[in-house]
């Protein structure tokens, strides 16, 4: 709900503070005083496109800041989570308007885009007059409004998921059946890879005991000679037949050596247990530097080949027996591709005939509620004056998507006999203020925290017309908040909150002033409005008349 307008320097605006309250805010006065400027004003502050020309003259900028109370719930509270902007109960909204052209705005006191201030103003404010291409004469919002009329947000959200299911569906099949596609266009090559590695089969660390392998037999015939002299040195003929006679001749010395030679024959014994240690390993390792010649050959050839089936698919030779696994699982996924197709296939049809089902749920919800809204439109066009005329909810099948394959439009006939077409094709000025009227009536239930506000939709009618439109916004009012621009009478006098626009001259600068109306100064301006310039007693009495009516 809007409560507060402050204008600064827009058009003939100096400065202007305004406070509104719920119910049927009504701005009246002569053509030319500015009633447009504050639709101009608010619309600039809430995001809307329109001219570019508002700075007043000899100010350096233009500024409008609109205050708005926020309930728990209200969707405008979700649209500043998701811009990231502080959520209150109050919202308050500012923006600039440099003479340069230069437009800055401020959502509760945080910089915002024009964007952000469109997105929220989708949820604070609806506007409605004989240009109301915004919207209920967009025929592309029609069909959210006959759902909204008809309660149908339970059939809405079945279709929406039905179609998400389905849309779900047709990926997963799309996506099988590329990857079948790619998969069957490698067939070959996986069918000779996995072959050709199956039949190398190759080992994680084979490689690695390949190569050492190969290199030992390489070098074997190398140092196989010195390694031979080296075990001949320690052996009986060598160091250890030294040792051993040195030992004998220590131990028969010993008996008369008092004890002195005891710890040389202690260390000669312990160096033979070494040197035969030692003699022991290098004849193992003379035994391994015997191999067959072959046996290098068939090594070189099995290293050889792993190397090069590493190479040719880019991967580690550690990493071969892991890639055949992978291109068996490619293989498999071919030879079980069409299974799986079909799988998809039956998810397809299932989710189609799941849709089709819920699509033809929501069809006949939309045709019964659509025959409810045509039955309410008559019984409201009546008092206003148009009971021969006829509204008419048609349908016709669109491409299916998430809110079903129903396209809905409104349209009129005004007169007997006459076509029938779009209400913004159809209806002239006056008879189309009050198809919106009567339309915004039937569809009252939708607009829950919303400011409607309603630019001369009573242009073109009077009298009792007028008066019937007076009601109707009056009853539009009820738990909410309309603002209305006017010239008529009848609709003035249905008011909660009357304010009187009206231009001066000062200092010799035309401005537009604003002033709240209220007992002899609100009778006196509907009885201008009645009878013009010269206000009479019989207009006061007619004003008093209509107030009380």
């Known amino acids: 709900m809007l409560r507060a307008l402050d204008i600064r320097d827009i058009l003939i605006i ?23 400027i504050l639709l101009d004003a608010l619309g600039f502050v809430l995001g809307w496109r329109g001219r570019a020309d508002l700075v007043r003259q000899d100010a350096d900028e233009g500024e409008v800041v609109a205050e708005f109370d926020l309930p728990h719930g209200h969707p405008a509270r979700d649209v500043l989570a998701d811009a990231g902007l502080p959520v209150d109960d109050t919202l308050l909204l500012r923006r600039v308007n440099a003479r ?70 047709r990926q997963g099949l799309a996506a099988a059946e590329a990857a079948l596609e790619k998969a069957r266009a490698d067939e070959d090559f996986l069918r000779h ?73 202690a260390a000669i014994g312990r160096a033979l247990v070494e040197i035969d240690e030692a003699a022991s390993g290098v004849a193992r390792f003379i035994e391994a530097l015997t191999f067959d010649p072959v046996e290098l050959e068939t090594t070189e050839e099995r290293l050889f080949a792993i190397r090069a089936l590493a190479r040719k698919h880019g991967v580690a030779p550690d990493d071969l027996a892991g890639l055949a696994d992978d291109l068996r ?69 669109v491409e299916p998507g998430p809110e079903g394959r129903d396209g809905v439009t409104f349209s009129v006939a005004t007169n007997p006999g006459a076509p029938a077409g779009p209400l913004n094709r159809i209806a002239s000025g006056g008879e189309l203020s009050r198809f919106l009227l009567a339309l915004k009536v039937c569809l009252r239930g939708e607009d829950a925290g919303v400011t409607m506000i309603f630019d001369e939709i009573d242009r073109g009618v009077g009298g009792a017309t007028a008066d019937a439109v007076g009601r109707r916004l009056e009853r539009l009012a009820e ?51 009645l009878a013009g310039d010269v206000v009479t007693d019989e207009a006061r009495a007619a004003a008093e008349k209509l107030m009380a009516g």
């Open 14 to 36: 100096d400065r202007l503070e305004l406070g509104f309250q719920p119910g049927l805010n009504v701005l009246t006065g002569e053509t030319g005083a500015g009633k447009s």
């Open 100 to 169: 340069e052209g230069r437009k800055t705005a401020w959502v509760n006191d945080r910089r915002a885009s024009g964007e952000v201030l469109r997105r929220l103003s989708d949820t604070l404010v609806e506007l409605h007059g004989q240009q109301d291409d915004r919207g209920l004469l967009n025929p592309r919002g029609h069909r959210a409004l006959l759902d909204a009329f008809g309660g149908l947000a339970d059939e809405r959200a079945a279709g929406r998921a039905a179609w998400a299911a389905l849309r779900e569906a």
């Open 193 to 265: 890879a996995v072959a050709e590695l199956d039949q190398l089969a190759p080992e994680p660390g084979e490689e690695d005991v390949l190569d050492r392998r190969r290199r030992m037999m390489q070098a074997a015939a190398r140092i196989r000679d010195d390694v031979a002299r080296a075990h001949a040195a320690l052996g009986a003929d060598g160091a250890e037949g030294a040792a051993g006679d040195a030992m004998r001749w220590l131990e028969g010395a010993a008996e008369s050596a008092e004890g002195a030679l005891d710890e040389p024959i």
């Open 329 to 397: 699982a490619r293989l498999a996924a071919v030879e079980r591709g069409e299974s799986d197709i079909n799988e998809w296939r039956r998810a397809v049809a299932s989710a189609e005939a799941d849709y089709d089902a819920t699509a033809a749920v929501l069809s006949t919800a939309r045709t019964e509620a659509a025959v409810r809204l045509d039955a309410a439109m008559a019984a409201e066009l009546a008092p206003l004056k148009m009971e021969r005329a006829v509204f008419e909810t048609r349908f016709e099948e």
């Open 479 to 529: 738990g909410g908040q309309v603002l209305v621009v006017t010239h008529s009478p009848q609709v003035a006098a249905r008011a909660t909150h009357h304010w009187q626009v009206a231009k001066q001259v000062e200092d010799g600068k035309t401005l537009s002033r604003v002033v709240p109306l209220t007992g002899p100064a609100r009778v006196d301006e509907i009885a201008r409005m």
